[in-house]
Nanobody, 121 residues
Framework: QVQLVESGGGLVQPGGSLRLSCTAS????????MGWYRQAPGKQRELVAT???????NYADSVKGRFTISRDNAKNAVYLQMNSLKPEDTAVYYC???????????????WGQGTQVTVSS
């Protein structure tokens, strides 16, 4: 099986910073891409940032210039450095991995359980 485990969420004041971490484990052939999504109360889940195996990042417009996604391929990990946090960043953040399981040759999206980020005074 494949499992993604997230950590790093918490309560922070506006303008503060948090760093989220996610590590993939299990039996898989490759990880094509990893990323972060978030879901605020009463809203749909939305893309925050993704990064492909080669290291090329992609960001939602709402977080450009404030968030930085990075990846450690050796550790099967992805990180999200969040700076200049705003109250509207409050959400549950989910790690995503586009991963090819052993024996299939077909990528599949796996999800972490989510970590809460709350930005409030």
């Amino acid at each position: 099986q494949v499992q993604l485990v997230e950590s790093g969420g918490g309560l922070v004041q506006p303008g503060g910073s948090l760093r989220l971490s996610c590590t993939a484990s299990g039996n898989f052939f490759s990880i094509n891409a990893m990323g972060w999504y978030r879901q605020a109360p009463g809203k749909q889940r939305e893309l925050v940032a993704t990064i492909i195996s080669g290291g090329r990042p992609n960001y939602a417009d709402s977080v450009k210039g404030r968030f930085t996604i990075s990846r450690d391929n050796a550790k099967n990990a992805v990180y999200l450095q969040m700076n200049s946090l705003k109250p509207e960043d409050t959400a549950v953040y989910y790690c995503n991995g586009r991963i090819v399981p052993l024996g299939t040759g077909v990528p599949y999206d796996y999800w972490g359980q989510g970590t809460q980020v709350t930005v409030s005074s």
